[in-house]
């Protein structure tokens, strides 16, 4: 009940950051340059001024920019997101057709990162300052300092334009109709390479971490009594190291969380994946407010459960959480 509790209370304490975000996007927003309108006038090929003025009048564009950030946010707490004039739909319909995309994506990358993160943290701890650790500790620099869409780009040339292994882009192959397994497996090979560009940069750094957080958990006086008991190393490893070392690597999760939304944007655009971040671009370009006010809403949406699941997680391997200490 106290870690419920505990969870509870950070997804309340998370509302007003919600708010927070929303407003200060949506003021922003209202600096950049032209609106929706002009973007249908320049889709249109022009158009007159009175056409303009009309079309501002019926998406509510002419009004005051409170008046504008009052509607919306009433509309909101109804769960209304609006209405996208660019794609013609609503707005909530736009998302939930990208979503799966982007938690397909998140989900590969983030999982890639964490578990080849803390297998590469462990060997590079257990062999520090040797020449696994060298290896690994300075592929993790290469990974952190090279950016993703060069990566991307990278990884199209080699692997599917030289050795024609994978494909370049897309989501899944849209010249034949598959289902079940077979269609799972496609969209499986369609994500490999985004997610390993994705993903790169957040295993170096949940190595570098992983490799920190090992070295000093190894030192502390519960790992040399188990080890004067006569444990096996391995087992020294598995059941009293790793437990305690797995802390800062869980809580980073929900830090990178939104990070990862952001690098999103690169990698949907570089593979052309139908998600959210291409959205979100494609929305700044055409002035596209209610969607990418409402892509805005369900990343921190996003965000917030992920923090809600770590912090679950992160009390179940605290035990100091669960007994109050």
Known sequence: MRVLSLAGRRLAASLPTLFLILVGVFLLLQFAPGDTVDAMMAQMGGGDAATARELRQFYGLDL???????????????????????????????????????????????????????????????????????????????FYATPSFWFGLMAIVVFSIYLQWLPAGGLEDITRIQSGIWRTLDIARHLVLPTLTLGLIFLAIYLRIMRASMLEVLNLDFVRTARAKGLDETRVIVRH????????????????????????????????????????????????????????????????????????????LDPRIGTGD
């Not at 609503?90 to 995309?101: D, G, K």
């Not at 994506?105 to 990162?113: K, Y």
């Open 64 to 142: 005051s920019v409170p008046v504008q950030l009052g509607n919306y946010l009433w509309r909101l707490v109804r769960l209304d997101l609006g209405f996208s004039s660019i794609y013609g739909k609503p707005v909530a319909t736009v998302i939930a057709e990208r979503l799966p995309a982007t938690i397909l994506l998140m989900t590969a990358s983030l999982s890639f990162a964490f578990f080849a993160g803390l297998v590469l943290g462990v060997i590079a701890a257990r062999g520090v300052n040797k020449w696994p650790d060298t290896i690994i500790s300075t592929l993790g620099l290469v």
């Open 241 to 316: 190291v790793l437990r305690n070392a797995l802390l800062p690597m869980v809580t980073l999760i929900g830090l990178q969380a939104g990070t990862m939304l952001g690098g999103s944007v690169v990698v949907e655009s570089v593979f052309s994946l139908p998600g959210l971040g291409r959205l979100a671009y494609e929305s700044v370009i055409q002035r596209d407010l209610n969607t990418l006010l409402g892509i805005v809403f369900v990343s921190a949406l996003l965000v917030i459960v992920v923090n809600f699941a770590v912090d679950l997680v992160y009390a179940r």
